[in-house]
Every structure is written in C-alpha cells, then in structure tokens.
C-alpha cells in the first residue's frame, strides 16, 4: 500500500508515497482536529455511488459503475459541494471507512480506511 493514515492528537495525516503520490500530485494531507465538523463510520457502498471521476490522474472512477475499488485522491462527484479526499484499498462494499465531515479545508470530506472506524469516530466526535 502507498499510503498511511496516521490518527494523533491534534491532527488526522495521510502519507502518500509511491505511485499514489506520482498520481496525485500530493505527498500529504494534514487535518487539523479543529477543521473536523463530524465523523461517523459508514459501509462502503454507501459512499461510493456518489463518486463520479477522479479530480486528477487516471484510475477507478465512477463509484456506482466500479465499486470496491482501490481509491486514493482527490474525488468528484454528486451530492457534496468541493472535492472529497480518499485513501482505501481494494475491499467490500460492507467494508466501514472513516468518515470526517471538514470545515476551512481544501477537502469537504475524507474518505479513509483504518482500523476500528467505529472507535475513531466517536473519539473524533467527542473532541
């Protein structure tokens, strides 16, 4: 995997190296707690169909057409007014992502896979 989500306690960091750093013209995504409005764990599927292209680079696009596929970047897609960032393996649509809802970020919403999504959003939303 070409990338690491680091969950401390002043700041959610994303690491991209490899190709997804090539691909994305990024090497880090830093959000500070403070830019974090709301997080809750949700199924993939859920979040998916509302991706339309990638922002950038090639790869999957169009969630609903090519679900549970590796994501990493920034997303477009219906329904969220800017951009949303993800960073998730290759997995099931049952699969529960981090979700954090953002406020003066380049990002509207993150995306991202780690582990016990379910512990990370109640700590995130008691902060």
Request: net charge positive; charged share 20%.
């Amino acid at each position: 995997m070409a990338f690491t989500v680091e969950v401390g306690e002043s700041a959610v960091i994303v690491e991209l190296t490899g190709w997804d750093r090539l691909m994305n013209g990024i090497q880090q995504v830093i959000i500070d707690k403070s830019q974090i409005m709301g997080a809750e764990s949700t199924e993939r599927g859920a979040l998916e169909s509302s991706i339309t292209h990638r922002a950038l680079g090639c790869g999957t696009h169009n969630g609903a057409k090519r679900p549970n596929k590796r994501r990493v970047g920034t997303m477009l897609g219906s329904g969220l007014a800017g951009s949303q960032f993800w960073a998730t393996a290759k997995g099931e649509g049952c699969d529960e992502l981090l979700v954090l809802t953002l406020a003066n970020h380049r990002f509207v919403r993150a995306v991202l896979a780690v582990p016990r999504p379910n512990e990370l959003a109640r700590a995130a939303n008691r902060s």
